[in-house]
């Protein structure tokens, strides 16, 4: 059974930076794609990064490039997401996702595994 347990959330000044965690288990991820989503109130689940666990390549969207970093510890099978240059427009909750086969998408639609997420709040 895949979990995907995340961590890292909290409230941050407007400018400061945070880093999530999201811990892997339940299978062998080399040939998987892990992702973190965020859902701000009132809003949908959006894509903001993946990474291809076995090459570490990956994909961002627009409205994070440049200030969000996604890595991978591969003995920790731990994820990560540095987040830089924090806005107010970040505040959501923030969920770790997985898919397979190793092929980098931003729909979440294509995600069969989430975590439960973490709470990120950024004030003004």
């Known amino acids: 059974q895949v979990q995907l347990v995340e961590s890292g959330g909290g409230l941050v000044q407007a400018g400061g930076s945070l880093r999530l965690s999201c811990a892997a288990s339940?299978?062998?991820?080399?040939?998987?794609?892990m992702a973190w989503f965020r859902q701000a109130p009132g809003k949908e689940r959006e894509f903001v990064a993946a990474i291809r666990w076995s090459v570490g390549s990956t994909l961002y969207a627009n409205s994070v490039k440049g200030r969000f970093t996604i890595s991978r510890d591969n003995a920790k099978n731990t994820v990560y997401l540095q987040m830089n240059s924090l806005k107010p427009e970040d505040t959501a909750v923030y969920y770790c996702?997985?898919?397979?086969?190793?092929?980098?998408?931003?729909?979440?639609?294509?995600?069969?595994?989430w975590g439960q997420g973490t709470q990120v709040t950024v004030s003004s």
């Open positions: 996702a997985t898919r397979f086969p190793s092929v980098l998408v931003s729909n979440r639609g294509d995600y069969s595994y």
């Open positions: 339940g299978r062998t991820f080399s040939n998987y794609v």
